[in-house]
């Protein structure tokens, strides 16, 4: 999460330092799904073609598999096209990708070098720091020489993960399950796993025996790496090198010659932290919350806080932004985090619904009685996991309901469905997308400063939300827009939308209180309707 905080608060011409504690080398991916609103935010960024050809073989098929073992039957799946030839959804001018975290990791980390004004240094541990009145004043220790350094920053935000040391420093607690699995991955080599068996290639297989759901391979890099999760329950187990390579055996059905290159045992939680932190300092990404990866949340939620965070540390550091401004990160972000780690434990639950109804004997047995129980079993585990495979809802339908920051306009809040997302400019969703052009997408215009959107052949002035916006140094621009299916989309002739892209007021008419608009939306004011 801090190579894509430096990354964002690069692009925005922040200067900034990252500390890592380690050197930087991943030795066992965690991510691998790139959701799509993260996309969106890598075209802003400009480096969706970095991460199409970071490594994953984008014409591997990314089916979901329910199945007794590789060798043995298959229950059911859901079809997905491999990566390049998925489509974009009609709402997005982007589309999920496959990128594992030492592929993605990578990308991230060119894009937040490639601004001279950020710097990443490996091998250096944040030790402590103190917050005062004027900045924070860190201590650090660089670990190949463990000397101790001091700096002072203006903010710092702890992107440490789920252990985080900021976190425990600022005394914030977290709530949810602190347990939920012990589970263990195993990363696995073996070039051509879909030789030794009959099934279509997949991208996620989910082995199912006489105890229920006990473990998923998924295909880590669409080529010859594989990761094996033994799903395990609430009871801890230190398993060995042998007990991997027999569970592998187990979920592929036969006896072949692969190579264990990892092995990473993990509890898997459902937790959010209580606060997200104080005046100077933050937490983001695992450091704020923790999920069961069902579903493929994790870092895509956090990279949602960074960018969340980035305009905000901009505008404050800038002096445009209000005394309410950066206590409004917590206020939009943690229900999000709150949403997200809920549906993924019931990702989670479904996924592992098998243990608690067993599945019956016969789908384990050869014959027409066994085709006709795994038909049952099958269709049933296929209807249920659907809600897990389309989230789009999840990816792009959040929105900042009661933030301080966004100026609510008195309309209903549209439903939040998982899978179901209708866009809508309604003050604090994120703003619609509409192609205005080849390859022109509305989105393409947000991402710097407020953008104010005008629609229709004559729409109203808003030159007293200029002037507002000047009076208090809020970058703003302009922009008039044309076009029939993007002022549907849009409903309303003024839409005024925030650096991260989501709607912070909107109306057919230039407002009175201009300024109150403006002082809301930085973080300075009181205004609660527009
Ligand atoms: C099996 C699995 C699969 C997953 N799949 C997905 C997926 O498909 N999609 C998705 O979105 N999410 C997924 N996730 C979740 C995702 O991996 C995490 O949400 C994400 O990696 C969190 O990133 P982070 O930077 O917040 O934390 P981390 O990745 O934990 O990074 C924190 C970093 O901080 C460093 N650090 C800690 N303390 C200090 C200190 N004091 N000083 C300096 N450095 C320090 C650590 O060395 C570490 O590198 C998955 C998770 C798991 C376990």
Not at 247 to 268: N, T
Not at 375 to 395: N, P, S
Request: proline share 6%; with cysteine.
């Amino acid at each position: 999460m801090g190579l894509a905080l430096a990354g964002e608060l690069g692009w925005r011409g922040i200067p900034c330092l990252v500390v890592e504690k380690g050197d930087g080398t991943i030795t066992q991916p965690r991510m691998d799904f790139v959701g799509v609103r993260t996309m969106e935010f890598c075209r802003r960024w400009d480096i969706v073609p970095w991460v199409e050809s970071a490594g994953y073989n984008r014409d591997y098929p990314q089916d979901c598999v329910w199945l007794t073992s590789l060798t043995g039957y298959e229950l059911g799946r859901e079809r997905f096209p491999s990566p390049r030839q998925e489509t974009n959804p009609p709402q997005s001018p982007q589309k999920r990708e496959r990128c594992p975290q030492d592929f993605f990791d990578p990308v991230l980390a060119r894009f937040a070098r490639s601004f001279a004004h950020v710097t990443l240094r490996y091998n250096c541990e944040l030790v402590g720091f103190e917050e005062h009145a004027g900045g924070v004043h860190a201590k650090l220790v660089d670990r190949l020489s463990d000397k101790e350094e001091s700096v002072e920053a203006s903010y710092v935000v702890g992107c440490d993960g789920g252990a985080s040391a900021v976190r425990e420093q600022l005394g914030i607690g977290m709530s949810g399950s602190p347990l939920l699995t012990y589970t263990t991955n195993a990363i696995f080599r073996y070039d051509g796993l879909e030789r030794l068996h009959d099934k279509a290639p997949g991208y996620r297989f989910i082995f199912i025996g006489p105890e229920g759901t006990w473990a998923t391979i998924v295909a880590i890099n669409g080529r010859d790496r594989w990761r094996l999760s033994i799903v395990g329950d609430e009871t801890r187990r230190t398993l060995t090198e042998a007990d991997v390579r027999a569970a592998i055996v187990r979920a592929v059905g036969r006896e072949f010659d692969f190579e264990v290159l990892s092995i990473m045992p993990w509890i898997r939680r459902q937790l959010v932290a209580e606060r997200y932190g104080t005046g100077r300092v933050f937490i983001a990404g695992d450091a704020a919350h923790l999920t069961s990866p069902t579903g493929g949340f994790g870092m895509n939620t956090g990279i949602q806080d960074a960018v969340d965070l980035g305009w905000k540390l901009e505008a404050s550091l800038a002096g445009w932004g209000g005394p309410r401004l950066l206590a409004s990160y917590e206020l939009e972000r943690r229900p999000v985090g709150i949403r997200n780690v809920t549906e993924a434990t019931g990702n989670l639950n479904r996924m592992l619904a098998p243990r608690v109804h067993r599945p019956p004997g016969e789908i384990f047995e050869t014959g027409p009685a066994g085709d006709q129980a795994r038909k049952v079993f099958g269709d049933h585990y296929t209807e249920m996991m659907r809600r897990e495979w389309f989230t789009l809802g999840i990816h792009l339908g959040y929105f900042y309901e009661g933030s301080p920051i966004i100026v609510p306009d008195g309309t209903p809040a549209p439903e939040d469905d998982v899978s179901r997302y209708i866009q809508t400019s309604r003050p604090g969703s994120r703003a619609p997308h509409a192609w205005l052009g080849e390859d022109r997408s509305t989105l393409d215009l947000f991402g710097r400063g407020f953008v104010l959107l005008r629609f229709g052949a004559n729409p109203p002035r808003a030159d007293r939300l200029v002037q507002a916006a000047q009076r208090r140094g809020v970058p703003l621009s302009v922009v008039d827009i044309e076009h029939e299916a993007a002022s549907r989309l849009y409903e309303r002739c003024l839409v005024l939308v925030r650096p991260d892209g989501h709607t912070a007021w909107r109306g057919d008419r230039e407002p009175e209180s201009a300024l109150g608009i403006i002082d809301t939306v930085r973080g300075a004011g009181t205004v609660s309707g527009g």
